[in-house]
Structures are given as C-alpha cells and as structure tokens.
C-alpha cells in the first residue's frame, strides 16, 4: 500500500461516519491509469442524504462504466486501509458495495442475459441499506426499449423512495433524466467525449 500510494500519487482518505457524505476530488481509477497508453483524466464525486442519486448518460465509451468502478474502487480501498487514488477524498462508511455490470448468462441453468441482470437486480434491492453503494449500469437493456426503460425507472424510483443509498445509474435511457425533477436526490450527469 505504501509503494503504491507514494508511486501513484494517491492521498490519505478521511472516513465519515455511515450516511455522511462522499466526496472525492481529482479521482481516478487505480487500475485504468496505470495501464492506459493515454493520461488518465481525474473525476469529482459528490454523493450525500441530498444529491445521492446519479443518473449517468452519455455516449458509448465515453467512461461511463470506468467512472462507476473507479468510485466503487477508491472506496473499497480506504474501507481496507488503503490511500486512494485522489487529490482529496472524503468517504462516508459503507456496509456494502453493490454492482450490476456487464452482461453474462448462465444456460447451464437456463437464464439468459436478461434473466441474470434481473436476479442481480433484484438481489440488490433487496440486500442494500442507506448505509450501501450502489453502481448499476445499463438496467433494462436486455429486453425491448420499453420494457427495459419501464424497468430502469421503477429501480431508480425504488432506490431513491425506500432504500435511498448512494446510487450511481449509468444508462442509454434519456427518459430517466426527466427524475431529477420528481424524485429526492436524484440528480442528472452527461458525460461528453472530446
């Protein structure tokens, strides 16, 4: 931990209690920045009780799913002792960490791609607490556009009205971003490729 937190820049993480706010300044994903040809850009981060929802949209490979983890990651790291590849980073108690990424089936058992994301899904509504992270992306894209979006809205909607954890949603669903003005703490982000 030393060697690579000296070596990679990283910073001493400062621990707020559970349900405070996480905010992180300049992070970066610890795995992507070492082994990218390209400088890895740093992203800030602030989720509380009040903005604890991200809606995230944007292009295909824009980094979407590479900000996601990277949140995900810094705060597992200072969960187990570690610097965290930051220039400030404030990180609230987590019990859990929650993740629904990528896309995997399993016909050994007869579950398609939908079936699984949907058992991931649903394992997660009904594991989290307020006290969670949640990182989901791409909810709903394994059935038809209507069907998928019906399903990411009711999910977004669930989270913020009964668990109320903090949420990053990354998805391709614009609709979704019409919550920001209907549901507590959901905010809208974009991110844009130049």
């Known amino acids: 931990f030393a060697a690579v937190a000296v070596q990679n820049r990283y910073c001493k ?56 983890r990277q949140v995900a990651l810094i705060t597992l790291m200072a969960h187990v002792g570690s610097f965290v590849p930051c220039l400030e980073a404030e990180i609230a108690l987590t019990d859990r960490i929650f993740t629904r990424v990528g896309a995997s089936d399993n016909l050994l058992f007869d579950q398609s791609t939908f079936m699984v994301e949907m058992t991931e899904v649903a394992g997660i509504l009904n594991s989290a607490t307020a006290n969670s992270l949640l990182v989901l992306d791409e909810v709903g894209r394994g059935t038809s556009t209507f069907d998928g979006l019906s399903i990411a809205w009711a999910v977004v909607e669930y989270i913020s009205k009964h668990i109320k954890a903090k949420t990053m949603f990354a998805t391709h669903y614009h609709e979704l971003t019409e919550l920001e003005g209907t549901l507590d703490g959901v905010r809208n982000y974009h991110v844009a490729v130049r």
Request: proline share 9%; aromatic share 8%; glycine share 8%.
């Open 13 to 68: 993480p400062v621990m707020r209690p559970l349900g405070e706010r996480t905010v992180l300044k300049n992070g970066r994903h610890p795995v992507v920045e070492v082994y990218s040809k390209e400088p890895f850009v740093g992203n800030d981060t602030f989720l509380d009780a009040e903005d604890r929802t991200m809606i995230i949209t944007g292009p295909n490979m824009a980094g979407k799913s590479t900000y996601m």
